[in-house]
C-alpha cells in the first residue's frame, strides 16, 4: 500500500481500526512519519499507539494531547506512567544537540550541553500546556508543572512546580 494511502487511513479511518490494524498500517511507514502523526493526530488513542510504536513507554489511562513534541532520538529515553495528563504543546527534550553546528567542536559544549539522558514521568503526574522537559528529569508521582514551565531539576512527588526554570510552589502533602 502507498505511503499516501496508508497515512490517509490512519488520520481519517482511525477510529474504524482496531489497534493491531493501525500497528500493521505503521509497520510500513518510517518512524519519521510515525512520530509526526503522534505530534498531531487529533486522537488521543492513535496518538499513544504512535508514540509507542517509535519507543515512547506510556502507561495506562495516560493522556496526551496534541502538539506533544518528544525529543529522544527514538532511543527509549521517555517513560511515561499511568493516568499521567500531558497538555498541548509539551516538549520532552530526552536527547540536546546542536545538530550540525561547529558548536560541537567546542570542547566546553561537547563535555556540558551535548545531553542524552532519560525523561520519567511517574503515575499521576499533571504537565500543563508548553511546559518544558530537559534531560535527566523525573517528574515524581502526583506532581503538577505548571504550564510554561522550563523544568531543569527532577520535581519530588507531589510537588507543584511553575516558572522559567520551573521552582517549587508548594506540596500538596502539607496540610492545608
Known sequence: MRRNMIVNRLLFEYD???EEEITSLISQLP???VRWLAVNHPDNRT???????TGVQIGEGTVINPNVIIEDSYKQLVKIGERVSIA??????AD??????????VPYVREHLIVEREIVIEDDAWIGAGAIILPGVKIGQGAIVGAGAV????????????????REIRSLLESG
Do not use: D
Open 16 to 18: 474504524t481500526l482496531s
Open 31 to 33: 518512524r519519521k512519519i
Open 47 to 53: 496518538r499513544k499507539i504512535f508514540f509507542r510504536e
Open 88 to 93: 498541548p504543546g509539551v516538549m520532552l527534550i
Open 96 to 105: 540536546a544537540a546542536p545538530n550540525n553546528s561547529r558548536l560541537t567542536e
Open 151 to 166: 523544568v531543569t531539576h527532577s520535581v519530588p512527588r507531589y510537588t507543584i512546580v511553575a516558572g522559567v526554570p520551573a
